[in-house]
């Protein structure tokens, strides 16, 4: 079992940044990759970004290309999403995900999740 516990959402106005955190414990060593997912009201969960743990691999959706970069610290099995320019399109709990397999931008392809953190921004 891995525990993945995000934490740095919050308010901030538009054209602001943030940098959420993502602490993975538990089973870490058979995570493969790490991921960043979005969920707005009413919409599906949206793939944002993804590193390999072992790796210099990343992935970062064409959405926020130039704005979210990924980045993770092995040493303290912790991956970071920092965002930058920061638009009201942007607020929705974000998640963290782990998998053991490939990357992958499909939700289901995770085998651990983690609670969510709230980002919103205002105008």
């Known amino acids: 079992q891995v525990l993945l516990v995000e934490s740095g959402g919050g308010l901030v106005q538009a054209g602001g940044s943030l940098r959420l955190s993502c602490a993975a414990s538990?089973?870490?060593?058979?995570?493969?990759?790490m991921a960043w997912f979005r969920q707005a009201p009413g919409k599906e969960r949206d793939f944002i970004a993804a590193v390999s743990v072992g790796g210099a691999g990343a992935h970062i959706h064409d959405a926020v290309k130039g704005r979210f970069t990924v980045s993770r610290d092995i040493t303290k099995n912790t991956v970071y999403l920092q965002m930058n320019s920061l638009q009201p399109e942007d607020t929705a709990v974000y998640y963290c995900?782990?998998?053991?397999?490939?990357?992958?931008?499909?939700?289901?392809?995770?085998?651990?999740w983690g609670q969510g953190t709230q980002v919103i921004v205002s105008s």
């Open positions: 538990g089973r870490t060593f058979s995570m493969n990759v």
């Open positions: 995900a782990a998998s053991s397999g490939r990357w992958s931008f499909r939700a289901n392809e995770y085998d651990y």
